[in-house]
Each structure stands twice: as C-alpha cells, then as structure tokens.
C-alpha cells in the first residue's frame, strides 16, 4: 500500500497551483455560505473564520491559489501603479474569485480556471489584489479571456462586495480601498510574483 495517499495534501503548501495561464484554485467559500471559512494554515483544515453578520454575499467562488504569497515582489507592482515605495504584501496566499454559471454548493474544493484580469486593492497599507478568473469549460464563461468581455455590472458587483466586505456598519472608516483594474497580462504577472515570493518564503524557512 502506498501510505502517501493516506494523507490529504495541505491546500496552500501540497497542492500543484499550475500556471499563471491556467492554474489550480482551492475555494474556501460559495455565494451560499451564511458564514466565512477560511484555511487554517497551520493544519490546512478548512476553519470557521466568522459568521456573516451583515448583508455581504459573496459573489463568486472564491479561495486562494496554492503555493503563492504575497510578498514584496508582489507588492512591487502596487508601489508601482501608485508611484509608492510602501506598500506591502499582505503576508497571505494570492486571493483569487472564479466566475461560474454553476450553483457550486460548497467550498473544500480545487477548480481549473482561466485568469482573466484583477482588482488591485489596499487593506490598510498592504497589497490585496484579487484576481479574476472564469471556471475552465464554464458554458457562460469559459470561453472569456479578458475582464473587459464581463458584464460591467458583474465587475461591479465584485468591486463593491470587496470595497465593504470588511466594513462595520455605522462606522465612517472604510477598510479597503480600491485602485485599480488590471487585465489578463498583468494578472498572469501578479500570479508569477506570487509564486516567486512563495518560493523565497519556502527558501528563508528551510535555511
């Protein structure tokens, strides 16, 4: 018996993310999910975040791409788009929505997809960009290769569930900020850095 498949891979460490063209996505939580889940990262279970307490619904599935870390090489490009020198990364893996026809119930899961674009976002003073992408063979949206081809209202409905998510109501201080959106060609290149920093962080551990 091979004793190797006894164990589930770490979804942020174990798991092949493919490639910044088409790559592998762990989701954490479904338009349906009253509460948020999220990976814990010491034992790669999927953990109760925290109910939703307010009206937010996610629009999307979302989740991370394995093996990826924002990082300063990541967060280069933010400094970059808003001629800054400091901002940074937000220490996690590279958070990314898959767009689906679909009524996908539950999160735990790996998808394909195809990255078509981002939303370039700050939470605080850290780079939290959220990558864009459409389920691989999706009937609506599979064959869609840029951000510009989705309804201008989807892009919206992403933008302001990200720009509030994090708000508590009644109070005046907004969280997130949003910058900017990017297409397909920076994406890709936002998932690279990722990757990169993600192999520095693996290479600074193991020293």
């Not at 589930?8 to 338009?31: C, S």
């Not at 307490?53 to 808003?82: H, W």
Request: aromatic share 8%.
């Amino acid at each position: 018996m091979d004793f190797s498949t006894l164990h589930k891979a770490h979804p942020w460490h174990g798991i092949d993310p493919g490639t910044p063209e088409e790559i592998r996505a762990f989701i954490e939580i479904v338009p349906t999910d009253t509460v948020k889940y999220e990976v814990d990262k010491a034992s790669g279970y999927l953990a109760l975040d925290r109910p939703q307490k307010f009206s937010n619904i996610v629009p999307s599935l979302y989740g991370f791409i394995p093996r990826t870390y924002c990082a300063t090489n990541m967060a280069e490009l933010t400094n970059k788009a808003l001629a800054r020198f400091d901002v940074e990364g937000d220490g996690d893996p590279l958070d990314i929505c898959v767009l689906t026809e679909k009524d996908v119930t539950h999160g735990d899961i790996l998808v394909s997809a195809r990255p078509i674009g981002g939303l370039r976002l700050l939470d605080h003073n850290q780079a939290d960009d959220k990558i864009i992408a459409v389920l691989k063979n999706d009937a609506i949206y599979g064959d869609m290769t840029d951000i510009e081809q989705l309804p201008t209202r989807i892009v919206r409905r992403l933008i302001h569930y990200f720009t509030t998510y994090k708000d508590i109501p009644g109070e005046n201080t907004q969280r997130m900020k949003f910058v900017s959106i990017y297409g397909p060609d920076v994406a890709r290149e936002v998932i690279k850095r990722s990757m990169d920093d993600y192999k520095r962080l693996v290479e600074s551990q193991e020293e």
